[in-house]
């Protein structure tokens, strides 16, 4: 299945790893690289010299095209930035802010920028500065969400840029790959699927969770100080939301969280950690390697579109 994001990226199938912190790293993304998706290191809130690290690690696995998910609102963002660029990455993917001030050097150094934006107004402001494709995520995805569902903000950034667009949020398999081109798209990103994938270095705890969650399992905190985050219910979320609830001031409930990401993902704390997944946790009932899960939604997908090249 041919796309502008398969040629623009030279993988193999249209298909993005999503850049999650503590979760993405080197042996993630170089196995969904060498399945033929692309594998994104999730840089999140670690110091460049980490992410140059897993850069150099990623080479060593594999050399097929791969990327670094860049969190703007890391204090570290400007040196991964540069350390991105010294490296000769093939793509950068970017959240939580403008990208706009790293886009000259990111250029100059081939890099193909693919900024992730949950609205409309974002999608038109990266493509003005000068953004290859946008990542188009839905508030279906699990971690750091906005307020639009997949479903419509999908085909909304797809009427007013001429760039591509890759959907995120809700897609676990080929029927939602199929959904997706059908809105226009010309690639999905999955995130909760390949936290469960058998390369992930997610504790089997986390991945357990996801595997037994139900349809209902997740919901949202942060709502009321504009920092939603989905993730699966558990003690950590119950108390949150009491305290959220009761007008606690933004600063005890990151007391809450501090650290609950890496508890999850290193340590299994399912009970306190944070358990980012997305709506579609109630799909996945098994682990399955990076190869299997990307073959197994390309074969269904094509059979939907009618393998078709888009």
């Known amino acids: 299945m041919k796309t502008r994001i398969t040629e623009l990226l030279g993988i193999e199938y249209p298909i993005i790893q999503g850049g999650m912190a503590w979760v993405a790293e080197h042996t993630l993304a170089a196995a969904v690289s060498e399945a033929g998706g692309l594998g994104l290191i999730g840089a999140g809130g670690a110091p460049a010299e980490f992410v140059e690290e897993q850069i150099r690690r990623v080479r060593e696995a594999t050399d097929k095209p791969f990327g670094v998910n860049i969190m703007l609102m890391n204090p570290q963002a400007d040196a991964i930035a540069q350390a991105a660029a010294r490296e000769g990455v093939k793509v950068v993917t970017t959240g939580a802010g403008n990208p706009g001030r790293y886009m000259a050097m990111w250029k100059a150094a081939g890099i193909k920028v693919i900024p992730v934006v949950a609205s409309v107004a974002m999608a038109k402001m990266m493509e003005r500065a000068g953004a290859d494709a946008v990542v188009a995520e839905g508030m279906e995805s699990g971690g750091h969400i906005g307020s ?68 209902i399992d997740s919901e949202v905190t942060g709502m009321s100080h504009g920092h939603p985050v989905r993730q699966i219910r558990n003690r950590m979320t119950r108390e949150y939301l009491r305290l959220e609830k009761e007008g606690a001031p933004f600063e005890e409930l990151e007391q809450l969280t501090l ?32 190869r299997e899960i990307i073959l197994e939604i390309m074969e269904q997908g094509e059979r939907l579109l009618g393998n078709r090249d888009v």
Do not use: W
């Open 259 to 290: 650290g609950a990401l890496r508890r999850a993902v290193e340590d299994g704390d399912v009970v306190n950690g944070t358990l980012m997944a997305g709506q579609i946790a109630g799909l996945v009932k098994e682990q399955r390697s990076c």
């Open 148 to 215: 639009l569902t997949t479903m419509a903000l999908v085909p909304q950034v797809v009427d007013v840029v001429s760039i591509p667009v890759v959907a995120a949020g809700g897609i676990a398999d080929g029927r939602g790959l199929a959904a997706a081109f059908m809105l226009g798209a010309e690639a999905v990103q999955i995130g909760t699927r390949f936290v469960t994938a058998r390369e992930s270095i997610a504790h089997e705890n986390y991945k357990n969770k996801i595997i037994g969650a139900k349809d």
